[in-house]
C-alpha cells in the first residue's frame, strides 16, 4: 500500500470524527437552549475547539507528508491555513478554497479563546453563531478534503 493511500485512509477516518464532533456541538447546543442550562455551553465550546483541532491534524498530516513541509514559529496555526488554501506546483492543488479558509479561521480564532480564557467568559451569542455556522463549514471542508483524496488516489494510479 502506498503512503498516499495511507494518508487518504487517515484524512477519511478525520473526517468521520469531524462529523461527530458537528453533531456533538449541535446537540449540546439544542441541550443549552431547551434546559436554559448554559453548563452545556461549556461542552459546546469544547467540541467547536476540538473540530478546528481535528482540521489542523488533517492539515499537519497533508503538509508533512505531501508538501513535505510544515510551517513552524508563532504564526504557525495561521501559516498552515494558508498552505492548504494554496496549489503547489508539481506538487497538490489547493486543499480547500478562499471561503473555506475564511470559514475554519473563524474556529482558528475561537480555538485560541477558549484556551485563553475561562469557559464562564465566553460570549453564548458568538457560541450560537459558531455553532450554527459548523454544519455549513463542516460540509465544505468535507467536499474538498473528498477532491484531496481523489487527487492522492490519483497519484498511485500515475506511478510507474
Known sequence: MSSHAVLAGRVQEALCDLERVVQRARELWRKAEQQHDDGY?????????????????????????????????PDWHRELLLQMSAAIDGVRPAVI???????LDEY???????????????????????????????????AELSNTIAFLHTLDQTKP
Not at 461549556?42 to 499537519?60: C, K, P, S, T
Not at 478554497?97 to 470559514?103: I, Y
Open 97 to 103: 478554497g478562499r471561503e473555506t479558509r475564511f470559514c
Open 108 to 142: 482558528r480564532g475561537f480555538r485560541h479563546v477558549v484556551r485563553n480564557v475561562y469557559t464562564f467568559n465566553l460570549r453564548p451569542l458568538r457560541l450560537r453563531e459558531l455553532t450554527e455556522n459548523l454544519e455549513l463549514c463542516y460540509r465544505q471542508l468535507e
Open 41 to 73: 455551553l461549556d461542552g459546546v465550546a469544547l467540541n467547536l475547539h476540538g473540530f478546528y483541532a481535528g482540521v489542523e491534524r488533517i492539515f499537519e498530516d497533508i503538509a508533512r507528508n505531501l508538501d513535505g513541509t510544515t510551517p513552524s514559529g
